[in-house]
């Protein structure tokens, strides 16, 4: 069976491809960057260069497809273009769907994300709680928009079902996607040391092989217009390096940074973006973010569709080990 996968040089694309492969299916993968494609190099993987926004492009890579996995965004929290966002995670998906249906795909899993559910308060959000009045990111807005957008569509013309993961860590390329895991790194180097505010703020931590899971998952069991969470454990920040202490044997002292202060740092970084168009490490509406608790649940997709998620020390312990192994080779 022929499978599409959009995003596969992602972080989480990747991992989903390995999977689809070791189950047997033929993965037409989508790629920009040739460089990204080394670790799609393999035996059942067939490479399709092509962008999500050239319907041409869609059209030769699904030809064949019975099922395909939309993973491909733009993830990033700035863009000297603030445009490209939208186009991309709302405009490219409609493209994709719509070339899908044109290739005769029966049905589509869409990657999404959970902050679309915005922050929590002192209870996990869930697939019903309402949306945010407004959201920090464009990121999460344009999801947001995407989502409304793919819930419109007939299931009789082409079935979608959108999966919401958290913060996803785990072994992978260490992109953008994969910062809980870079973060993990840099604390073990001694790199890294700061939790922002007083490091209480709980976020959803899942390991990426169990995202990987919950699409296929997703695909197999999941209902048309129905979205799924994908998540794991609500940790503090203090609580998962805590777990990371333990695991790893490095126990460095955590030095809080004030919000405010992270704030003032960000507008800074995001102003002298204008000047060098060199990418701001950390900007203003992220750090927004740190004042809220970013709880959920991923009960339904555990009653609905079977996901059973890693606990957080066990995969947090597979991501240390993976870790010192690389840096060692």
């Keep these: 069976m022929k499978v599409f996968v959009s995003g596969a040089t992602g972080f989480i694309g990747v991992q989903l491809v390995k999977r689809l492969v070791r189950e047997g299916y033929e993965v037409h993968a989508l790629f920009r960057s040739a460089e990204k494609t080394l670790p799609l190099k393999m035996k059942g993987v067939t490479l399709f260069k092509g962008d999500i926004l050239d319907t041409g492009s869609l059209d030769s890579a699904m030809k064949g497809c019975v099922q395909a996995y939309h993973a491909a965004a733009f993830a990033s929290v700035w863009s000297p273009d603030p445009d490209l966002i939208y186009r991309l995670n709302v405009e490219g998906t409609h493209h994709m769907v719509l070339a899908a249906k044109k290739a005769g795909i029966k049905k ?114 999941g209902v048309p217009g129905q979205r799924y969470i994908l998540g794991g454990e609500n940790l503090s920040y203090r609580q998962l390096f805590g777990i990371v202490s333990d695991l790893s044997g490095v126990r460095k002292r955590l030095i809080s940074i004030p919000l405010w202060l992270m704030l003032v740092v960000a507008s800074v970084m995001k102003g002298t973006t204008t000047i060098t168009g060199k990418p701001p490490l950390i900007v203003p509406e992220l750090v927004h973010k740190f004042h809220h608790h970013w709880k959920v649940s991923s009960e ?23 870790i010192n192994t690389m840096d060692k080779s």
Aim: glycine share 10%; proline share 7%; charged share 20%.
């Design 108 to 221: 589509v899993v869409v990657t999404s994300t959970a902050g679309v559910l915005g922050p929590s308060g002192g209870e996990a959000l869930d697939e019903n709680s309402p949306p945010p009045s407004s959201y920090f990111t464009s990121y999460e807005r344009s999801k947001y928009q995407m989502e409304q957008h793919l819930m419109k569509i007939d299931p009789t013309e082409i079935e979608v079902v959108i999966v919401n993961p958290t913060r996803v860590f785990g072994p992978g390329r260490l992109s953008e996607s994969n910062g809980v895991t870079r973060m993990i790194r840099s604390y073990m180097k001694n790199n890294w040391r700061y939790v922002p505010g007083n490091g209480k703020q709980s976020g959803n931590y899942v390991f990426v092989e169990d995202v990987v899971d919950g699409h296929l998952l997703a695909m197999e069991k």
């Design 300 to 322: 339904k997709a555990i009653r609905d569709i079977g996901y059973s998620p890693t606990p957080a020390r066990e995969a947090i312990g597979i991501t240390v080990d993976w």
